[in-house]
């Protein structure tokens, strides 16, 4: 399994971004796909996950971003809206076939990684 992100940058505190995951080698539809995400000096930490159609959030994000893939083009997305400073992190995608819903915000339970895609958000 293969994971790609893209769609990271700079952008103003109140702005928007989407990040893309891209996923080769397991159809999205039948994995549990994340984002962690991980600031300078800090652990990384769980973001948002959709593990075949039930989704889950971090606290510090709930109801301002949304995870959502796409099947046809094997892709999950990470929508970020009302970005905040403390948002700055690099994110990375994560996978696994068979990570139980109790594990789901613990990274080491995920095998595969991307390499992940710098977010800043300027104050």
């Known amino acids: 399994v293969q994971l790609v992100e893209s769609g990271g940058g700079l952008v103003q505190a109140g702005g928007y971004l989407r990040l893309s995951c891209v996923v080769s080698?397991?159809?999205?539809?039948?994995?549990?796909m994340a984002w962690f995400r991980q600031a300078p000096g800090k652990e990384r930490e769980f973001v948002a996950v959709n593990r075949r159609g039930d989704t889950a959030y971090a606290d510090s994000v709930k109801g301002r971003f949304t995870i959502a893939r796409d099947n046809m083009k094997n892709t999950v997305y990470l929508q970020m809206n009302r970005l905040k400073p403390e948002d700055t992190a690099v994110y990375y995608c994560?996978?696994?076939?068979?990570?139980?819903?109790?594990?789901?915000?613990?990274?080491?339970?995920?095998?595969?990684w991307g390499q992940g895609t710098q977010v800043t958000v300027s104050s």
């Open positions: 080698g397991r159809a999205v539809s039948s994995i549990a």
């Open positions: 994560a996978a696994d076939s068979s990570v139980i819903w109790s594990e789901i915000k613990n990274q080491f339970a995920y095998d595969y």
